[in-house]
């Protein structure tokens, strides 16, 4: 079962303005990490943000994590047009994350010139 | 270059007939996973190898086949049993036993017809 849900499923902004989408799971955790996937490519790690953490920053993004709701958020900053890609919140499938992580099903953000 | 490659890019099968896909890094990683992704779906986690010469289930492990016989290698065996081969198909690589972000290779697609 899918332990992350991202929302919204898909969101359009222009370029220059910010994004924010929001990833709630189930269970507790250790951390939460936000991946990036272009169309058709493996992912890239973004940021993992600890479960003593509230608030990562890195760049123009900006995570932030309320374990009492289950949820993080994921800011994008000043959006650009290399920005349009899917990102997917991630926890562990068990409390250490070595034997593999749940992902949601993403949000797939374009960004519109 | 450090990473992970994946090969090939594409693939095209019959139906009833194995394949294998192959996954090598250079990240000098521990633990390796493979990934299992449907249009507009997360990845699901098929089987993930903590050290070399062992490997567990992950959660849809019927019909794939893995070995781990060197450091770099982990090699995915799509068998006929697989009921719904066509896919993009991510491995993973991590450092460490837990709480560490994941490194992907850029995919292989496979085609079953």
């Known amino acids: 079962s899918q332990q992350g849900e991202e929302d919204p499923q898909a969101l359009s902004i222009q370029e220059g303005e910010n994004a924010t989408m929001n990833c709630s799971y189930k269970?507790?955790?250790?951390?939460l990490q936000w991946y990036r996937q272009n169309s058709g490519r493996g992912l890239v790690h973004l940021i993992l943000?600890?479960?003593?953490?509230r608030e990562k920053h890195s760049g123009r993004l900006r995570v932030t994590l309320d374990t009492s709701k289950k949820s993080s958020s994921l800011l994008i900053t000043a959006s650009r047009a290399a920005d349009t890609a899917s990102y997917f919140c991630?926890?562990?499938?068990?409390?250490?994350?070595?034997?593999?992580?749940?992902f949601g099903k993403g949000t797939h953000l374009i960004i519109q010139p | 270059d450090g990473g992970i490659t994946q090969s090939p890019k594409y693939l095209f099968r019959k139906e009833g007939q194995n394949v294998t896909l192959s996954c090598e890094q250079n990240?000098?990683?521990?633990?390796m996973y493979w990934y299992r992704q449907d249009p507009g779906q997360g990845l699901r986690l098929i089987y993930y190898?903590?050290?070399?010469?062992?490997?567990q289930k992950g959660d849809i492990a019927e019909g794939y086949s893995v070995s781990r016989e060197k450091k770099e290698s982990f090699p995915l065996t799509v068998t006929s049993a697989q009921k719904n081969p066509t896919a993009f198909y991510l491995c993973?690589?991590?450092?460490?036993?837990?709480?560490?972000?994941?490194?992907f290779g850029p995919g292989t697609r496979l085609t079953v017809t």
């Open positions: 993973a690589s991590s450092q460490g036993t837990a709480y560490v972000e994941q490194y």
């Open positions: 269970t507790s955790i250790n951390n």
């Open positions: 943000i600890r479960s003593n953490e």
């Open positions: 991630a926890t562990a499938r068990t409390g250490g994350g070595a034997d593999g992580l749940t």
């Open positions: 990240l000098n990683h521990d633990a």
């Open positions: 190898s903590q050290i070399v010469n062992d490997f």
